[in-house]
């Protein structure tokens, strides 16, 4: 099982619709979660980050974190074309194990697209 | 400005002769980290540094060297370069602190490598 685990996608929405972008993860024990969105053949910016169990919302961006059920969502409102990107999904290792707490493992990205 | 610098951006090399990949950081950070992308399988971590002179291998660090006599710099050398090490490469950088929970990481704008 991979650490960290996404649909490749590509997820298709119409402008205006709700985007949900999901993402797994396997060490029980990990404590703060990151999205990253990146477009084509540019660098990944982060989108948000949470830690917390429950939602947290940021413009037209929420995350939804459940560390019972190891599921990490990204929602976008009101989609739009200039959403369309691959998102990332990070997730940070406990602190000191192994003495990589900066360490982050990724999952292999869903590819969105938001059609007009 | 914040930001993470890398050169080249694009190269094109033949197997075997050796390359070097330079990453520099202007936000202090102790953090710094390279990753490589390829299609379907996401970002790997290839080598990591917690602060100067103090480096470890990721996932992927076979064929590449790192070095971390500065804080702001972080070079990745190929000494004999291959083919199967095309590929899109990212230098990342973060704080290392107690706020293990917000170490957003601050990407690079890619190098592209291509080894014939």
């Known amino acids: 099982q991979k650490e960290v685990e996404q649909n490749s996608g590509p997820l298709s929405v119409p402008e205006g619709a709700i985007a949900s972008l999901n993402c797994t993860y396997s060490?029980?024990?990990?404590?703060?979660f990151f999205w990253y969105r990146q477009y084509s053949g540019k660098s990944p910016e982060l989108i948000m980050f949470?830690?917390?169990?429950g939602d947290k919302e940021d413009g037209r961006f929420t995350a939804q974190l459940n560390k019972a059920s190891q599921y990490v969502s990204l929602l976008i409102r009101d989609s739009q074309p200039s959403d369309s990107a691959t998102y990332l999904c990070?997730?940070?290792?406990?602190?000191?194990?192994?003495?990589?707490?900066?360490?982050?493992?990724f999952g292999q990205g869903t590819e969105l697209s938001v059609k007009p | 400005e914040a930001q993470v610098t890398q050169n080249p951006r694009y190269l094109i090399t033949v197997t075997g002769k050796k390359l070097t990949v330079t990453c520099s950081q202007n936000?202090?950070?102790?953090?710094m980290s390279w990753y490589r992308q390829d299609p379907g399988l996401g970002l790997r971590q290839i080598y990591y540094?917690?602060?100067?002179?103090?480096?470890d291998k990721g996932d992927v660090p076979e064929g590449y060297k790192v070095s971390r006599k500065e804080k702001r710099n972080f070079p990745l050398i190929l000494e004999s370069p291959s083919p199967n090490q095309t590929s899109l490469y990212f230098c990342?950088?973060?704080?290392?602190?107690?706020?293990?929970?917000?170490?957003?990481?601050?990407f690079g704008p890619g190098t592209r490598l291509t080894v014939l």
């Open positions: 990342a950088s973060s704080l290392f602190s107690d706020r293990w929970y917000n170490n957003e990481q601050f």
């Open positions: 540094s917690m602060n100067v002179e103090v480096t």
């Open positions: 936000m202090n950070h102790e953090y």
């Open positions: 990070a997730v940070n290792l406990r602190p000191g194990l192994h003495n990589q707490g900066g360490k982050l493992i």
């Open positions: 949470i830690y917390s169990n």
């Open positions: 060490d029980r024990g990990s404590q703060s």
